[in-house]
């Protein structure tokens, strides 16, 4: 198994129906190449954990490095898990206030600040699963 973690700026500020169809195409897509995650929205930046084989994750996350609904994209881990830590959904969401955006981008990558580790090695299961945290709590399911 291989996982992407990615953080990108949103382009415009997405709608409600713009967010719920990009979770629409999500779940389509992701559910015929064997990829589970996570999308996280919040301050107009995503944050998104994509997870599955490694060829279908590194073509998927071509594809959404060419995706004109967002910039300034920012690879934050690149690499093997042993297992699926989303392995029920196809794309868990949850949209976030923009200061718990910001304090969980700021934990996430702490280097950012002074860009002095602009690729940060790997984010371990434990953040994943504390990422997940974020959608469990609040019983939102997608």
């Known amino acids: 198994m ?9 382009v415009g500020h ?5 967010l719920r169809f990009l979770l629409q195409q ?13 999308l996280l929205y919040g301050n107009d930046n995503f944050l998104q954990v994509l997870e599955g084989p490694a060829a279908p994750v590194q073509q998927l996350y071509d594809r959404i490095r060419a995706d004109h609904r967002h910039t300034a994209i920012i690879t934050l881990a690149d690499g093997a898990i042993e297992e699926r830590v989303f392995m029920d959904w196809s794309m868990g ?21 002074d ?13 994943l699963v504390l990422l997940k945290s974020f959608v469990v709590n609040d019983g939102v399911r997608w």
């Open 115 to 127: 860009f002095s580790d602009p690729y940060p090695s790997d984010i371990d299961e434990g953040m």
């Open 26 to 38: 999500s779940h389509a897509n992701n559910s015929q190449l064997g990829i589970t995650g996570l």
């Open 14 to 18: 997405p709608t409600r129906a713009d």
């Open 2 to 10: 291989h996982h992407i973690v990615y953080q990108s700026c949103a």
């Open 93 to 113: 969401f949850q949209r976030l206030s923009d200061d718990d955006f910001l304090r969980l981008i700021g934990y996430l990558n702490p280097h950012r600040a």
